[in-house]
């Protein structure tokens, strides 16, 4: 009989617990306006003899530099 007690009093004192944990709402991302990088001088600008993946007019381009020896 008191191992059944002893079991309702924590399964009861487990639902309370956890009924009253309140997840914290995530607040709204800040808005942020991206400024644009200044241009590297060592690095020359993407040309005509570039492999170029996607339009001309996207606002980042990614550059890769590889040496495949």
Known sequence: MR?????LILLTLTGLAAGCAQPTPTPP???CRAQPLPAEPRIPPVSERDHVHGPADAPITVIEYADFQ
């Open 3 to 7: 191992k059944l007690a002893l079991f």
């Open 29 to 31: 991302p800040a808005f």
